[in-house]
C-alpha cells in the first residue's frame, strides 16, 4: 500500500478501535478516494455502477435499474444524460409502458465497461493488497452478510477475486 490508512498521528482510543463502525468508515473513506484515483474521473464511479447494471440486466426500465442498483432516481437521470450523450448508453420506449423509459448499454458502452473492469481491478489490488486471495473472499462474503436481506439476492455471485 502506498499510503497507511491512518495518519501516523492518529491514535483513537481503545473504545474507538473496536468499534466496526468506526473501522469500517475510514476503509470506506481510503476505498473511495483510491477507487476515485484509478478512475480519474469522479463521474465515473456512478457510470461503472450504471454500465455494469445495463450489461448484467440487459434492457431494463430506468427506474428498475435504480432500484437494484440503490442508486436514487433523481441522480440517475443526470447521469444517464451523460452516458447517453457520450454513446455509451441508450434510451428507448418501455415496451411494457409507454410512459416509462427504458434504458439499454451500446457496443461503445460494453467497450468502456470492459476497460474501466481492468481499472476496478487495480484499485482493489490497491486497497485489499495486503490480505490474501482468501482472506479477500471472506471479508467479501462477510460484507454481503451484512447487507444483503431476504428477498434481495437478484442473481448475485460472489466476486471473482
Request: aromatic share 4%.
Amino acid at each position: 500500500m502506498d499510503e497507511p490508512l491512518l495518519k501516523p498521528e492518529v491514535d483513537p482510543p481503545v473504545r474507538v478501535w473496536r468499534l466496526t463502525s468506526w473501522l469500517l468508515h475510514h476503509v470506506n473513506a481510503r476505498a473511495n478516494r483510491i477507487v476515485t484515483q484509478h478512475f480519474g474521473r469522479p463521474s465515473w464511479r456512478m457510470w461503472y455502477a450504471m454500465l455494469a447494471g445495463m450489461d448484467q440486466y440487459g434492457t431494463l426500465s430506468q427506474a428498475e435499474l435504480c432500484r437494484r442498483l440503490g442508486i436514487d432516481r433523481g441522480d440517475a437521470v443526470s447521469v444517464l444524460n451523460d452516458l447517453e450523450d457520450e454513446g455509451l448508453a441508450r434510451r428507448l420506449p418501455d415496451p411494457t409502458d409507454r410512459r416509462r423509459n427504458a434504458v439499454d448499454i451500446t457496443p461503445a458502452g460494453k467497450e468502456l465497461l470492459f476497460k474501466l473492469d481492468a481499472v476496478v481491478d487495480a484499485a482493489q489490488d490497491e486497497l485489499l493488497g495486503e490480505l490474501t486471495r482468501d482472506e479477500r473472499t471472506q471479508l467479501n462474503a462477510l460484507l454481503r452478510k451484512l447487507i444483503e436481506r431476504p428477498g434481495n439476492t437478484s442473481g448475485r455471485e460472489p466476486a471473482a477475486e
